[in-house]
């Protein structure tokens, strides 16, 4: 890859000279950024492709060399040739960020692992054409690119969170008003109090909970001076105004039409509902909405303290003025007040710019108002959150939102600046470096309590011993008549009784106590405003430890206090006191969700919502903005909504709406939201496979749901929809539709079908709807009969059903059938499945007919099917023109898929033919353009060259490619006419061609990145992740597994293959957990489930299940009770389970579910046999069914007691699947920003990527999981332009959020501590750094164990680390351990083996054991002689450095022979041993994470010059026609590769 990485990076550098006016002008683009293509193009397809097209992204241009030449790119071309070189370095220099010298331009690598989606969800290869295109991931309406350009990938992760609830506000103090980011996030909030159609203020985020939107949120950026920031405004508008041209405002399709669609479709340029932005001159007025504002400084005057400053922006509200009030330490107390200026009282949710004289330097006055009792209330509750705000409780009992981190553990609060101790090189003595036994190499204990260390803060200052609502509320109606509000009950720290009145002008104390009433004031009655004020009066205690609390409080980072979007679960949790809560009794009694206090009308019409914020408008960038806010917001309340009323609904704490029916039929209504189980009640799903079918249903559906909520198109309605599986139950929950309560199904269903097409009925409506998504979707328009032999037209599965609501809104629903069937589990009568599938065992009866190609699959299908088409047609076009005599020979044999396959192959080979092949390429594309316009100059042989292309893929077309599916071929009950027996059969054909592509394409390719290590999957959820990309469903894992262990040098998969068997064992561990937890009652359920792991894990031969009746049997009736337990005997057939029968079970379903023979009758021996952890299998269960176990250590190979006991389960929770809806404007800045980090313009990418930051908080809240992927990158970015402050800034969020959002020992996070440990070390953090890696290596060991890639890096790390702080024999562990899994997993003869054998030697050296170093360095030698030759810059590095260690090693040899030979009085020469200099130790740590320099000398430039021309002549070619598609732009630059004149530009290693 070294080679091609160089060329590469020149030609980027070429890329940056090659535009002469191109940077100013809208509609020239620079050459790279490829135009968002118009109309059916624009989608996230096109967008994947585009990301796709660039090969190698990770060379960037970087100005890593001081003060630079002020010239611009455009004086480069208009110097005269002489000074030619110079100007071209100038301009390099210019587009970063100025590096000096002409001669030595300096490059940085950006390793692919750093743009990417959480864990490396992007593949860095680049795969032949024929294997894989872009495909997308999961839930996300976001393409993840799989080609080449992946670096550039996606942020998306199935892990979810969202924006802060009510009075979380993100507040980062007084000082982070961001005058910056006012001006981005302006646009985003100027439109924030427009209303919504039907009546519903949706749009004001504040009715929505929203409380904190974006003000001091957008946790992003510094203060400049406001004059500073208006000439960076002006720029930053005129750049603006550029990038939303280069965007069409078009919201992206999820799977939209492909590129190659936009043959077809240039014409629909309304494809989801809106106008493309016009790319003129001029632009669309209209998306350039720049509002000029600067923040000001407003004084805000607060009772009892100093009147002080606050910077605000226009675009606040008022109310977020109130947010920081009551989150600062000084005013946290206060909630019921009003904001005065000049006395008049301001509105809540005007904005400022809005408010009369309010200017710079006005004064605010903060005014006490009455208490009513829902502000009371209110009051309460935030006091109680103060005293609970270090309290880690609710974040391991997974309430509110709250998550746990434990960075700050490790940092010790020594990151950045505020940083209580700055630790310099020169303080090296006191760093302690031993690390825990534990994490040595080697070591084979993995303890579970360090993984949550405990928070000093954690033990919270007692502040009360109590505070509760008092027994006397609520108060009688001649005290309601003196102003009391409610009573309170409290008992001090020194043991005070005291009872509190809440009354209208405040708190005070009362004469009550717990047995008499009486609520006359006390003497002296202590009236305050706020509580706090009272309480500090009657308790000392309180007093000193809440202030001491709060400033406590205010220290912590925002990231570690905001809410979560979506709730996370911790599957460990240590002993916790249950201490008397009052509020947190209240809510479990009251269902909160059910009416948010903040929100007038009480409980939330789900459905109303839910589609009114679909309605928003979203024509330009601040409606869009303020729509996919509010839909985030929304879906994300609607989500803890349902998650809730599901457990109510299990735990048989809701009346069912049919209460007479049995159990498993009963279906419930729960605060708007409707609930059913997941059995098949009414033999509906008799033919698919019953309660096996009835449980996957739900899933299929959810992702139809997610579908066609990713397409977006305007007036088709689907249901909130959430899926919850909950002690063994799968519930799912939905909106409900208006009206459908009061009408029989029959009158409702206006399209589809209620029986599984027995009757059928269509409407011109649901198909003009349908229709708009059937090009992204691929879904096919076809007619089925009904039982009366009618024709029927649908554009969707039969079982999708339309229903006009009472609202007027067409509905969808039942989308189980989205996507087409997979043939390999579908066995059909009679039909013969193609040679890959049969060859592999398919196809195969699964245990329900309701099996899917996943979304990803069909599009990476359609992809390799275009790919084939372009080919196919080429080839024929040059045939045509070589040879017209044999061209009609050639066009027969091109008609079958399979030849062609073969030849486009042969046509790919052939490096002579890559240019011809180029404009073959480019001819077809014209001409499909020409035939699809129906422009009659075309010759009838082009066109019989199309109409065979097409004919030969597939395609539904014969004058343009276009393949779509139907989804009811082979669905049981449906018929076809006979007129369309034809088609009927093609589309059998193209069925069973896709799910060979699966079986001969996705997973060869899978295994294939797993070996080159693009895609290094760490744990199960990150394996599956990897699987959904290309499309393989869960149920291929046998064969994946399979397919590895057949694989030539599978040893290199070693870590695949034991995370596949894990997965396999967890999986199916957790199908039987399932159906053993329905017959357990919940008083049995501690107990089941310790019984259940104990046989999973447990050493213990025979455990003995403890029935739940024995502490609650009275002793007298002992005798008698014996034999009969409680509930019906049914209720303790699982206390009958035992080890063996147990991994009997998991063994005959991993065959029957995975089709995979597990050789291993219980737990040690599959421990054993596939070298699993116990602690491992642990944390995979626990994750996959929502247990929650106490965090202590377990002894899981002792033969004599069990494992687990029933106090050791805490907690069982739901999991929870539910749609993720994006961001697609600031995905848009995202990648725009990715591309110009590709060109090299380092500072303009970064600057886009922090826009793109603004966007994302203003749509997700400060926490997610792609503003995580944002913050990572910035960081990488601010890293390579030597800004290490502001990377380490950058990267300690980035950790924070990816602890919060996807779990404290996510892939992810471990990856996220790496980072932060290098940019700690970069600003002389040493011992920091060390802290973060030991425990990124405590974690690894943990959720995987050490025989993985990965490790070696980590290790190399470490070692090196280690020997800038002279800690040699450790750094050796270390470094050794690395050496030893490289060799195994990149094998021994690999540049990264090498580079290892160098860093041993270098150790070696510093020890002064010459012996040892000759030997490493001598093996390194070897391997860069043999891989790059003799002439290698590594090559010849090495060998000098050999020389070097044999002189030493002659030196010292020398010396101890004189020491022999003389004894005392030998006269000795002083030896030169080289510690280690910082510098050193970082440019090795640079290496091995991926950031290279590269030197490019004199002679590469000249060939850098030859190289523009060569780019110019192909620019112009390119231009004649429309611009290349973007798939042959990938295969262009692929093809031109060999032409470049390599020999002289150096290689470099590419370590990442």
Request: charged share 25%.
């Given at each position: 890859m070294g080679n091609s990485m160089v060329v590469n990076c020149c030609r980027r550098i070429t890329d940056l000279l090659l535009p002469a006016r191109g940077c100013n002008l809208p509609d020239e683009r620079s050459p790279l950024l490829l135009e968002a293509p118009v109309s059916g193009a624009n989608s996230v397809d096109a967008q994947g492709a585009l990301w796709g097209s660039v090969p190698f992204p990770d060379v960037i241009p970087s100005a890593a060399a001081g003060g630079g030449l002020q010239e611009h790119i455009e004086c480069a071309q208009a110097l005269p040739k002489a000074e030619g070189e110079v100007a071209v370095a100038a301009a390099c220099s210019n587009s970063c960020s100025g590096a000096g010298g002409a001669a030595l331009l300096l490059a940085a690598v950006l390793p692919t692992d750093l743009e990417e989606g959480p864990l490396e969800l992007l593949g860095r290869a680049v795969l032949p054409a024929a294997c894989q295109g872009h495909v997308k991931h999961e839930d996300c309406g976001v393409a993840c690119s799989t080609g080449p350009g992946a670096a550039c990938g996606v942020l998306t992760c199935s892990v979810q969170p969202a924006g802060p609830r009510p009075g979380a506000a993100l507040l980062l103090g007084n000082e982070s008003l961001h005058a910056a980011s006012s001006e981005s996030l302006s646009t985003a909030r100027s439109a924030r109090t427009g209303k919504a159609p039907h009546g519903h203020s949706v749009a004001a985020?504040?009715?929505?909970?929203?409380?904190?939107?974006?003000?001091?949120?957008?946790?992003?950026?510094?203060?400049?001076?406001?004059?500073?920031?208006?000439?960076?405004?002006?720029?930053?508008?005129?750049?603006?105004?550029?990038?939303?041209?280069?965007?069409?405002?078009?919201?992206?399709?999820?799977?939209?039409?492909?590129?190659?669609?936009?043959?077809?479709?240039?014409?629909?340029?309304?494809?989801?509902?809106?106008?493309?932005?016009?790319?003129?001159?001029?632009?669309?007025?209209?998306?350039?909405?720049?509002?000029?504002?600067?923040?000001?400084?407003?004084?805000?005057?607060?009772?009892?303290?100093?009147?002080?400053?606050?910077?605000?922006?226009?675009?606040?509200?008022?109310?977020?003025?109130?947010?920081?009030?009551?989150?600062?330490?000084?005013?946290?107390?206060?909630?019921?007040?009003?904001?005065?200026?000049?006395?008049?009282?301001?509105?809540?949710?005007?904005?400022?710019?809005?408010?009369?004289?309010?200017?710079?330097?006005?004064?605010?006055?903060?005014?006490?108002?009455?208490?009513?009792?829902?502000?009371?209330?209110?009051?309460?509750?935030?006091?109680?959150?103060?005293?609970?705000?270090?309290?880690?409780?609710?974040?391991?009992?997974?309430?509110?939102?709250?998550?746990?981190?434990?960075?700050?553990?490790?940092?010790?609060?020594?990151?950045?600046?505020?940083?209580?101790?700055?630790?310099?090189?020169?303080?090296?003595?006191?760093?302690?470096?031993?690390?825990?036994?534990?994490?040595?190499?080697?070591?084979?204990?993995?303890?579970?309590?360090?993984?949550?260390?405990?928070?000093?803060?954690?033990?919270?200052?007692?502040?009360?011993?109590v505070l509760t609502m008092s027994g006397w509320n609520p108060p009688p109606g001649n005290r309601k008549m003196h102003g009391d509000l409610m009573y309170l009950y409290v008992i001090t720290v020194e043991d005070r009784h005291v009872s509190i009145t809440a009354s209208t002008r405040g708190f005070y104390l009362n004469q009550s106590t717990a047995y008499n009433f009486n609520p006359k004031p006390a003497n002296p009655s202590f009236l305050s405003h706020s509580l706090v004020e009272l309480l500090n009066q009657i308790s000392p205690t309180f007093k000193k430890n809440f202030s001491a609390l709060q400033k406590k409080r205010v220290q912590r980072h925002p990231f570690e206090r905001i809410a979560t979007p979506f709730q996370v679960y911790s599957w460990t949790a240590p002993q916790a006191e249950h201490a008397m809560d009052c509020v947190r009794a209240e809510d479990a009694y009251t269902s909160r969700l059910g009416y948010e206090e903040h929100i007038p009308g009480q409980t939330r019409d789900w459905n109303e919502e839910l589609q009114t914020t679909r309605e928003l408008p979203r024509k330009n960038l601040p409606e869009r903005l303020l729509r996919e806010r509010a839909i985030f917001k929304v879906h994300s309340d609607f989500t803890a909504a349902a998650t809730r009323g599901a457990m109510a609904v299990i735990d048989g704490n809701v009346m069912a709406i049919n209460p007479s029916e049995e159990t498993k039929m009963q279906m419930f209504i729960w605060n708007n939201i409707f609930f059913s189980l997941g059995f098949d009640v009414r033999d509906h799903y008799k033919d698919f496979g019953g309660d096996v079918a009835a449980y996957v249903a739900p899933t299929n559906d959810l992702?139809?749901?997610?579908?066609?909520?990713?397409?977006?198109?305007?007036?088709?309605?689907?249901?909130?929809?959430?899926?919850?599986?909950?002690?063994?139950?799968?519930?799912?929950?939905?909106?409900?539709?208006?009206?459908?309560?009061?009408?029989?199904?029959?009158?409702?269903?206006?399209?589809?079908?209620?029986?599984?097409?027995?009757?059928?009925?269509?409407?011109?409506?649901?198909?003009?709807?349908?229709?708009?998504?059937?090009?992204?979707?691929?879904?096919?328009?076809?007619?089925?009969?009904?039982?009366?032999?009618?024709?029927?037209?649908?554009?969707?599965?039969?079982?999708?059903?339309?229903?006009?609501?009472?609202?007027?809104?067409?509905?969808?629903?039942?989308?189980?059938?989205?996507?087409?069937?997979?043939?390999?589990?579908?066995?059909?009568?009679?039909?013969?499945?193609?040679?890959?599938?049969?060859?592999?065992?398919?196809?195969?009866?699964?245990?329900?007919?309701?099996?899917?190609?996943?979304?990803?699959?069909?599009?990476?299908?359609?992809?390799?099917?275009?790919?084939?088409?372009?080919?196919?047609?080429?080839?024929?076009?040059?045939?045509?023109?070589?040879?017209?005599?044999?061209?009609?020979?050639?066009?027969?044999?091109?008609?079958?898929?399979?030849?062609?396959?073969?030849?486009?192959?042969?046509?790919?080979?052939?490096?002579?033919?890559?240019?011809?092949?180029?404009?073959?390429?480019?001819?077809?594309?014209?001409?499909?353009?020409?035939?699809?316009?129906?422009?009659?100059?075309?010759?009838?042989?082009?066109?019989?060259?199309?109409?065979?292309?097409?004919?030969?893929?597939?395609?539904?077309?014969?004058?343009?490619?276009?393949?779509?599916?139907?989804?009811?071929?082979?669905?049981?009950?449906?018929?076809?006419?006979?007129?369309?027996?034809?088609?009927?059969?093609?589309?059998?054909?193209?069925?069973?061609?896709?799910?060979?592509?699966?079986?001969?394409?996705?997973?060869?390719?899978?295994?294939?990145?797993?070996?080159?290590?693009?895609?290094?999957?760490?744990?199960?959820?990150?394996?599956?992740?990897?699987?959904?990309?290309?499309?393989?469903?869960?149920?291929?894992?046998?064969?994946?597994?399979?397919?590895?262990?057949?694989?030539?040098?599978?040893?290199?998969?070693?870590?695949?293959?034991?995370?596949?068997?894990?997965?396999?064992?967890?999986?199916?561990?957790?199908?039987?957990?399932?159906?053993?937890?329905?017959?357990?009652?919940?008083?049995?359920?501690?107990?089941?489930?310790?019984?259940?792991?104990?046989?999973?894990?447990?050493?213990?031969?025979?455990?003995?299940?403890h029935l739940p009746a024995d502490e609650l049997v009275s002793k007298k009736k002992n005798k008698k009770r014996k034999n009969r337990n409680l509930g019906n005997a049914d209720n303790t057939a699982w206390a009958n389970m035992t080890p063996q029968e147990l991994w009997k079970n998991i063994c005959s379903e991993a065959k029957s579910y995975f089709d995979f023979s597990l050789e291993c009758e219980n737990a040690d021996q599959a421990a054993e046999m596939y070298n699993l952890q116990k602690i491992t299998l642990l944390r995979e269960i626990s994750l996959k069914t929502g247990v929650q176990i106490l965090l202590k250590e377990y002894n899981f190979d002792n033969r004599h007691k069990p494992t687990f006991t029933e106090e050791d389960i805490l907690n069982i929770f739901p999991v929870v699947k539910h749609v993720n809806p994006k961001a697609s404007d600031a995905f848009h800045f995202f990648q725009s920003g990715q591309a110009k980090v590709q060109q090299g313009f380092l500072k303009e990418g970064c600057e886009l990527i922090n826009e793109a930051l603004n966007l994302f908080n203003n749509v997700y809240g400060a926490m997610h999981v792609e503003i995580c992927a944002c913050l990572r990158l910035l960081a990488r970015l601010n890293y390579i332009m030597g800004d290490y402050s502001e990377a380490l800034s950058n990267q300690q969020k980035a950790v924070l959020m990816s602890e919060r959002v996807l779990g404290i020992e996510h892939p992810n996070t471990i990856q996220e501590y790496m980072h932060l440990a290098l940019y700690c070390f970069a600003n002389s953090q040493l011992s920091t750094a060390l802290n973060l890696l030991y425990r990124a290596r405590y974690l690894m060991l943990l959720v995987f164990g050490e025989d993985h890639p990965e490790m070696a890096l980590l290790d190399n790390n470490i070692g090196l680390v280690l020997h800038g702080v002279m800690e040699y024999d450790l750094s050796l562990r270390f470094l050794e351990n690395a050496l030893t899994i490289s060799s195994k997993y990149h094998g021994s003869k690999s540049l990264k083996v090498a580079l290892s054998h160098h860093l041993v030697a270098r150790v070696y050296e510093s020890k002064a054991e010459f012996r040892s170093a000759l030997q490493h360095e001598k093996e390194g030698y070897t391997i860069y002689k043999n891989q790059l030759g003799e002439h290698h810059e590594k090559t010849k590095e090495s060998s000098e450095y050999l020389k070097y260690l044999t002189q030493q090693a002659v030196a010292l040899q020398r010396t101890m022979n004189e020491i022999y030979k003389n004894g005392s009085n030998a006269n000795i020469m002083p030896l030169k041993f080289t510690a280690p200099n910082m510098t050193s130790v970082l440019e090795q740590l640079n290496i091995i994470n991926g950031i290279l320099f590269i030197p490019l000398s004199q002679k590469d430039l000249e060939n850098l010059k030859a190289e523009v021309q060569r780019r110019q002549q192909l620019q112009e070619n390119t231009k004649s026609g429309e611009q290349l598609e973007p798939e042959d732009r990938a295969g262009e630059e692929k093809e031109a590769e060999p032409s470049m004149p390599s020999a002289a530009i150096p290689l470099t290693q590419s370590p990442a």
């Open positions: 985020p504040s009715a929505l909970g929203w409380e904190k939107a974006s003000g001091r949120g957008a946790v992003c950026s510094r203060n400049p001076s406001p004059a500073a920031q208006l000439s960076k405004q002006q720029k930053r508008r005129k750049k603006r105004k550029l990038l939303l041209l280069e965007h069409p405002p078009g919201v992206a399709l999820v799977n939209g039409s492909g590129p190659h669609e936009s043959l077809k479709g240039e014409k629909d340029a309304r494809q989801n509902g809106h106008e493309e932005a016009d790319t003129g001159e001029d632009g669309n007025d209209q998306e350039v909405i720049v509002i000029q504002d600067t923040g000001f400084t407003v004084k805000i005057c607060a009772p009892g303290i100093e009147p002080f400053s606050l910077q605000v922006s226009p675009q606040e509200m008022v109310q977020e003025i109130h947010q920081v009030l009551m989150d600062r330490e000084d005013t946290c107390h206060r909630t019921c007040f009003s904001l005065q200026l000049d006395g008049n009282v301001l509105d809540n949710f005007a904005e400022l710019k809005t408010i009369e004289g309010l200017q710079e330097g006005s004064l605010l006055k903060v005014v006490e108002e009455p208490y009513t009792v829902r502000e009371a209330r209110i009051h309460v509750r935030h006091i109680r959150d103060l005293l609970k705000s270090l309290d880690p409780s609710d974040a391991f009992n997974g309430v509110d939102c709250n998550s746990l981190s434990f960075l700050s553990v490790f940092t010790e609060g020594d990151l950045g600046d505020s940083g209580k101790r700055k630790k310099k090189g020169t303080e090296m003595e006191q760093i302690d470096c031993t690390p825990p036994e534990h994490i040595l190499p080697g070591s084979k204990e993995r303890p579970l309590c360090a993984l949550q260390p405990q928070n000093r803060d954690w033990k919270p200052l007692q502040c009360l011993k992702n139809g749901v997610r579908t066609y909520n990713a397409v977006d198109v305007e007036g088709l309605y689907t249901l909130g929809t959430v899926v919850v599986d909950y002690r063994g139950y799968r519930v799912t929950a939905q909106s409900i539709i208006p009206g459908i309560l009061e009408r029989e199904q029959e009158q409702s269903v206006i399209y589809g079908s209620i029986d599984f097409g027995k009757t059928v009925v269509s409407h011109p409506k649901y198909l003009e709807l349908l229709e708009k998504t059937s090009r992204p979707l691929k879904i096919q328009k076809h007619k089925v009969l009904n039982d009366k032999n009618e024709e029927v037209e649908l554009c969707s599965s039969v079982e999708c059903k339309g229903i006009i609501g009472n609202d007027g809104r067409h509905y969808i629903l039942d989308l189980l059938r989205t996507f087409p069937p997979d043939l390999n589990f579908l066995p059909v009568e009679g039909e013969e499945m193609p040679e890959e599938c049969k060859k592999m065992g398919f196809p195969k009866q699964h245990r329900h007919k309701l099996c899917c190609l996943r979304q990803e699959l069909v599009d990476a299908f359609v992809e390799h099917r275009y790919l084939l088409f372009m080919k196919l047609a080429a080839l024929q076009l040059m045939q045509q023109k070589a040879n017209k005599q044999e061209s009609s020979a050639a066009l027969e044999n091109g008609t079958s898929p399979e030849n062609g396959t073969g030849e486009s192959e042969k046509s790919e080979s052939d490096d002579g033919k890559a240019d011809d092949n180029v404009t073959g390429l480019d001819q077809v594309k014209e001409l499909a353009e020409t035939i699809a316009s129906d422009d009659g100059t075309v010759d009838p042989k082009s066109r019989e060259v199309i109409r065979n292309a097409c004919k030969a893929v597939g395609s539904i077309s014969d004058t343009s490619f276009d393949i779509r599916f139907n989804p009811d071929i082979f669905s049981p009950g449906v018929r076809f006419p006979e007129s369309s027996k034809e088609e009927v059969q093609d589309q059998k054909q193209l069925l069973k061609d896709a799910a060979a592509f699966l079986l001969s394409c996705q997973i060869p390719g899978l295994v294939k990145d797993c070996l080159d290590h693009t895609v290094l999957p760490m744990d199960g959820a990150t394996l599956a992740e990897a699987m959904h990309q290309r499309g393989i469903n869960m149920r291929y894992l046998g064969k994946v597994i399979h397919f590895i262990t057949k694989t030539p040098g599978h040893a290199q998969l070693d870590h695949i293959f034991k995370i596949g068997i894990s997965e396999l064992i967890t999986r199916s561990a957790k199908h039987i957990f399932k159906t053993y937890l329905q017959g357990v009652e919940l008083s049995g359920l501690s107990a089941a489930i310790s019984h259940f792991l104990n046989c999973f894990l447990s050493s213990f031969p025979n455990p003995i299940a």
